[in-house]
């Protein structure tokens, strides 16, 4: 399972920092003026990701196919050679 990423960590810091600057804000207001303070966390709102972001993210892929598909390729073909030339006393 993938970490989270470093931003939505420094989303997550950012209200928790938000919302405790409100409360040391009110605190210094005094207790007569303090208003009380509503923090909302919003549950995250799912993204889809585009095509074109999917594509430069695993751009990789398709050269590193090609390279096994090579050595694929090439191990096949050895050991086709091999079973046509066998070793004598087998």
Known sequence: MPKKSRRAKAKQRARVAKVTQASQVAQEVGPQQARPVSAKIQSPT?????????????????????????VAGAIIVILIILSFVGIPGW
């Open 46 to 70: 799912r993204v889809l990701p585009k095509a074109q972001d999917s594509t430069s993210r695993h751009q990789y892929v398709i050269p590193e196919l090609k390279r096994i598909g090579i």
